[in-house]
């Protein structure tokens, strides 16, 4: 079972703030650092602004040493796709292969209205094409070159450099789209998430999604199966308490929806979304200063999980 830390420094995080996470990430044993992808806070100041997804992973590329780094996820309305399979790949070059890369449409008008980015209509035929255009360029072989004629991107004679370290990086897809998700995760995902979804919701997106799969003629083993979901543990009733009040959240509401109560309580819940196929686990941490939260879930959950 993996557990990772999953982050959103929208809401008011800076760079070092994340590295104090990322490295208590590494040290207490968790598998990798996520964070989102947004310019633009949802709730609150989000004091001191937003940091740029890709330049914090290639900082925290060169300050850790083992931990996986990624994104849930990586918008697609923000980067053009030829420009994000560069930057991808050299973030997995300084980071000596540990990138994982998750790519969604995008879907926070205001974000892009604030900073001036085009909002298309049309965001899942783009996302399409610029999962093809990504995984072609990374795939195709040194020495050879890459084109792609699409309703929205073209290119001709790319080098389709660089190369990431490694020899293939694992794509994340996610959503709840009942049909095309499926089956662009059948076509490119290594990792299938649901977000934010309770037991039933992902059971049934799981299920799509292993259908989809079995279509395309993939072995059923090559899909990984994720859950991303906000975290709350306490030792006791009053530090769950402490912890849901201070991310501005309910403790009944989180226990619904999250990750929330006790460590057992917590083990349990996991426990039963495993029992749907998920085997890894983006912990939405929305407290970035209680680096304490994060040492019990290593000392008292990871260790139940086996």
């Known amino acids: 079972m993996d557990l990772r830390i999953f982050t959103e420094p929208q809401q008011g995080a800076d760079y ?3 590295l104090k996470v990322a490295k208590a990430t590494e040290e207490l044993g968790f598998d990798a650092f996520f964070r989102s992808d947004h310019y633009l806070t949802m709730g609150g100041a989000g004091l001191p602004g937003p940091t740029d997804a890709w330049i914090t992973l290639a900082g925290l590329a060169r300050e850790t040493s083992r931990i996986k780094l990624g994104t849930l996820m990586t918008a697609g309305t923000f980067r053009l796709p030829g420009v994000l399979a560069i930057q991808v790949a050299q973030v997995d070059a300084m980071s000596g292969g540990r990138v994982e890369f998750g790519l969604g449409a995008g879907w926070f008008e205001a974000e892009h209205t604030a900073y001036g980015i085009p909002f298309p209509k049309e965001k899942f035929g783009r996302l399409a094409e610029q999962l093809a255009v990504i995984t072609g360029l990374w795939a195709t072989p040194v020495g050879e070159t890459f084109d792609f004629d699409g309703e929205f991107y073209q290119l001709k004679d790319s080098p389709a450099l660089p190369k990431p ?17 499926p089956e662009l ?3 490119y995902a290594d990792e299938f998430n649901v977000p934010f979804n309770g037991l039933d919701a992902t059971g049934t997106q799981f299920g799509r999604v292993r259908e989809a799969v079995a279509a395309a003629g993939r072995p059923a083993q090559s899909m990984t199966y994720s859950n991303a979901l906000v975290v709350c543990v306490g030792k006791d009733d009053a530090e769950v ?12 509401e989180l ?3 999250g990750l929330a109560g006790s ?4 083990v ?5 979304y495993a029992e749907l196929g998920a085997t890894r686990f983006y912990l939405q941490t929305l407290d970035l200063s209680d680096l304490e939260h994060l040492e019990l879930i290593a000392s008292q959950v990871a260790p139940q999980l086996g």
Do not use: F
Request: charged share 35%.
């Open 255 to 257: 226990k619904e929806n």
């Open 263 to 266: 460590p057992a309580e917590v």
């Open 268 to 272: 349990e819940k996991i426990g039963r």
């Open 165 to 181: 370290a490694q020899a293939k990086v694992p794509v994340l897809i996610g959503g709840m789209g009942a049909k095309r998700t």
């Open 185 to 187: 995760a059948a076509r």
């Open 241 to 252: 308490a402490r912890r849901a009040a201070v991310i501005g959240r309910e403790v009944d």
């Open 16 to 18: 070092d703030t994340l």
